[in-house]
Each structure stands twice: as C-alpha cells, then as structure tokens.
C-alpha cells in the first residue's frame, strides 16, 4: 500500500523566525490528519531550529540537497551523517534547481542517493522535462534517462525505500501546474519502466510524488489519480494553511494506493 506523502520544499525562502513560526503551524495543523506521511525541508542552516519545532509532532524533517562524500576538504557542503545528526530522515535530491542552476548530472544524484541510503535517508529524487523537451515530444525519453542515470545500481529493496518526485521544470514556480491526465502518464510510465527494471511489487510499492505549483485548489484532482501518490510543494509550502490544505486533500480522498 502507499501512503500520500506531502512534502514541502521551502527553498531560500525563510529566516529563521520565519521558519520556526512555520514550522510550528504546520506541526500543529499536522495533530488532526490522519493517514498521510508529512515532511518539511527548510533551508540546512535553519534544520535544527525546524527540528526542535516539529519535535513530537507528525511532521518529518527533510534537507534540500547534501553531498555524497562522508567528510573531507569541501568547502559548503554537508554530508548524509549531519543531516542525519541535524534529525532528517529526508533528504530532497536532484531538483531541477540543482540540476539545472547548479549543474548536477544525473551521474552525481546518483552518487547522492547511494550515499543517502547508505546513511539511512529518504532520498526523494527529482526528475522532469524542460519545457522545449515536451514540446518536442521527448518526455518520456528523458525520464528514462533520468531514471537509468540517477537512480542506477540501486538494490530491489532500495528503489522500493525511496520516493520519485516527478517535476516537470515547465510547472515549477510558474503557475502552470501539469493537467492530472499528464503527471498521471508520466507517473503510469515511471512505475512501468520501474516494473520493467525490477518487478511489479516493487513498482507498485514506489511512491510517487507530484510537483510544480501544486495548492489547495488543485491538489485533489491529482492527488486522485491512480499512480500520484502525494506531492512535492514549493511556493504553497510557505503558507502552513495552504501547505496543509493540500495535505488535507489527500487524508479526504481515503487514500492508500495500490
Ligand atoms: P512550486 O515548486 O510548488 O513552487 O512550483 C515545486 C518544487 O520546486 O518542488
């Protein structure tokens, strides 16, 4: 069965007051929803104070972005064992913003999500089609790649632990959400190709988020489809009524996938 799971990608978008406060009203909010799996990844520097506010509450803690070496000589970087001391059992990996701002291949994510596991966090791995990419019909030929490259060599046990965000980068920030019928062939290909990789039980045990501007008024016409598990949420994430009004509308949809 697959549990929604909502998670919420602040960004470079809080200080730390900001954080604590929002951190504290969605670990309030959370006490009332029952059946769906909660995260929220604030900037690392802020991971501690958003840690300590959600202590005790539903809501899990995820980083942004880590790097896949243990320790050593690189400057600005954190490794899986500090988000794992800081409390993360998350850990968000290869967002277009990193893949596309900061230049990370698939080659490296896989390298982080190796890592991330190794470590004991969730990674939940990003991948999505630009929007020249879609128009030219190459979607789902990128995704492949995406897939094969970032999430390569992974164990049966493995892949079936982590979580899939699908992002296409057209959606993100934008306003433009991906109609339910679009994310939901992507989402049915993506579990395909995991099926066709490893087997059925593992493909259909593999969460798969949405994301790019997804609210409260849009979530549950996606949330609804067969194959989109939960979502990954940017800008409405900043807003603790908005972020668990999306959460809301996965815990009234009844909703554990199979
Ligand atoms: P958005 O961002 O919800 O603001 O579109 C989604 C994301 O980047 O994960």
């Given amino acids: 069965m697959r549990r929604p799971f909502i998670a919420g990608n602040w960004k470079m978008n809080t200080t730390r ?4 406060a929002l951190a504290e009203g969605v670990a309030k909010g959370a006490d009332a929803l029952d059946g769906v799996d909660l995260a929220v990844c604030p900037p690392s520097c802020y991971l501690e104070t958003v840690g300590r506010a959600i202590a005790g509450s539903k809501v899990a803690l ?3 972005n880590m790097y896949h070496q243990p320790d050593g000589a690189f400057t600005g970087e954190l490794g899986a064992a500090m988000l794992r001391d800081l409390g993360c059992k998350y850990v968000i990996l290869g967002h277009s913003e990193r ?44 995704i492949k790649k995406q897939v094969d490259g970032s999430l ?69 016409e996606l949330l609804d489809r067969p194959d989109i598990d939960g979502a990954l949420v940017g800008g409405a994430s900043l807003k603790a009524e908005h972020f668990l009004g999306i959460a809301e509308k996965a815990v009234k949809l009844g909703v554990e996938k199979l």
Avoid at 17 to 20: E, I, Q, W
Wanted: aromatic share 4%; net charge negative.
């Fill in 152 to 220: 390569a060599g992974l164990s049966p046990d493995q892949i079936a632990g982590i979580v899939i965000a699908y992002e296409p980068v057209w959606a993100i920030g934008t306003g433009k959400v991906a109609t339910p019928q679009q994310a939901e062939e992507v989402h049915s290909a993506l579990r395909k190709i995991v099926e066709d990789r490893y087997n059925g039980s593992i493909a259909n045990s593999l969460r798969i988020q949405y994301g790019g501007s997804v609210k409260p008024e849009n979530a549950a």
């Fill in 99 to 142: 893949r596309h701002i900061f230049g990370e291949t698939d080659e490296l994510i896989n390298k982080k999500a190796h890592a991330a596991l190794a470590a004991g966090l969730t990674p939940i791995v990003c991948l999505g089609e630009l929007l020249a990419e879609r128009e030219a019909g190459k979607t789902m030929t990128i």
């Fill in 17 to 20: 007051a900001t954080a604590a």
């Fill in 62 to 64: 995820g980083a942004q």
